[in-house]
């Protein structure tokens, strides 16, 4: 093997890293020369003809996708095409009338955006709710439930093609160095070295790839691979099939948030949590590239459950507490203070572990703590976190990386839309 590995494990663990994860798209451009490709005794064309991948675009300055789509697939990956098995990038026409898909323990975000000259059009973005506990920690536990409201979102918006999450739990995600290698076997080469990265065999996952650095003659020298394994990805497809949805990829949620709260051509390391209701995630991002991500059992329903028993109130009255007071300190007695710091603590921990295993991997420090989520907004976190982790703590404007300067009405306020930014994320079209 050639250099040295990075694994993370995301099976959620209650503190410290885990395994694994997946990302399925990525973006990046990289500032060292290229291969000259125009030996190829193949053109673009002839390769589209033949079904024949476009390896190229893995350098990051397009997406690739683990696409998954074809009318005809039921349970089997291996029924698919190679230029949807291995990420070539769909027909033009297919994008007419896609739409993200987030799908979470709790609901099902959808979102459609349009393409105006240089910036995008919200064309509807919505949440709809799912039964309590048909998706628990990321499994799917009733998959009937899921798909009847998958049925009911293709009946109200009209939509049959989508852009869909994985969550972080069902991902591996690995960075490792390779020889020297051109672009065009890449993947071969990729396929041959992944076995000793991850705990599954490369046929049992479906996997993609970014690259993140080359040598001087513009050789790919270190990658970053992401990879779920097929019975997941089988699992996601029986589910959009039943609902007669095609999907166009399946993407990681961190990378989609980055694509949205990361500005082409920054610099800055960042740790992004994405706080939802039961679960965070912590993705470390890079150049507009997931570099990890994991996911811990913390949420805003931790926050409002400790209240409740805190105050001796019900859940509702905590959850308006957590809504109006939030993290304003001054607000809450002695006691109180003391007991929220102690249940605190242990999200500080898990930004310090990712903070030092960054360092240890790479030898570089954080610059920022970004957060999203449908939490991220409770008053005074950011500025709290920022005092208890001595990092600047921020909350991104989702918008952006989206609207031109010129559109300044937003689909839904900055705060509401920290809820949206992976959804959003999975909306747009890179390559307008």
């Known amino acids: 093997m050639a250099g040295k590995t ?53 350098d990051g300055e397009k997406t690739k996708d683990i ?51 240089d910036s995008y059009l919200i064309d509807f973005i919505d949440t709809i709710s799912l039964p309590e506990g ?47 290698t051109t672009t065009d076997k890449l993947r071969s080469v990729i396929e041959f070295h992944i076995g000793d990265h991850i705990p599954l065999s490369v046929d049992e996952i479906q996997f993609d790839y970014n690259v993140v650095n080359r040598n001087q003659l513009g050789k790919v020298i270190e990658v970053v691979v992401i990879a779920v394994s097929r019975e997941i990805a089988n699992e996601i497809l029986s589910l959009l099939n039943e609902s007669d949805l095609i999907p166009l990829s399946m993407e990681v949620e961190a990378q989609a948030i980055a694509r949205v709260i990361v500005p082409p051509n920054n610099k800055k390391t960042s740790v992004v949590l994405d706080i939802g209701r039961s679960r965070t995630g912590i993705s470390i991002i890079k150049n507009q590239v997931v570099r990890y991500t994991t996911t811990i059992s913390f949420g805003g329903d931790s926050i409002v459950n400790m209240l409740a028993k805190s105050r001796g109130i019900t859940v509702a009255e905590a959850e308006e507490v957590k809504q109006t007071v939030g993290f304003n300190m001054d607000k809450y007695s002695e006691s109180e203070q003391q007991e929220l710091n102690e249940f605190m603590s242990s999200l500080i921990q898990e930004i310090t572990l990712r903070e030092n295993y960054w360092a240890t991997q790479s030898g570089e420090g954080l610059d920022e703590v970004l957060l999203v989520g449908g939490n991220a907004s409770t008053p005074n976190l950011a500025n709290y976190l920022q005092s208890k982790t001595q990092k600047i703590v921020r909350i991104p404007d989702i918008w952006a990386n989206i609207f031109s300067n010129k559109n300044k009405e937003r689909p839904v306020s900055i705060n509401e839309s920290l809820g949206y930014a992976a959804v959003v994320g999975l909306s747009i079209n890179e390559e307008k």
């Open 134 to 180: 048909a998706i628990v920690n990321g499994q799917i536990i009733k998959p009937e439930e899921v798909i009847s409201v998958l049925r009911k979102i293709k009946e109200t918006y009209g939509v049959e093609f989508v852009r869909v999450s994985i969550p972080e739990e069902k991902i591996y995600l690995a960075t490792f160095t390779i020889p020297p």
């Open 6 to 58: 990075k694994v993370e494990n995301n099976k959620e663990s209650k503190l410290g890293p885990t395994l694994d994860q997946i990302e399925v798209r990525t973006k990046k451009k990289s500032s060292l020369p290229k291969e000259d490709k125009s030996s190829d005794p193949k053109s673009q064309s002839e390769k589209v003809a033949n079904n024949e991948p476009d390896l190229a675009e893995s």
């Open 67 to 117: 696409s998954l789509e074809d009318t005809s697939v039921k349970k089997d990956l291996n029924q698919m095409p190679d230029w949807i098995r291995f990420g070539f990038p769909p027909p033009e026409f297919l994008r007419f009338n896609f739409i993200g898909l987030n799908i979470s323990d709790h609901s099902i975000k959808v979102c459609k955006s349009a393409i105006e000259h």
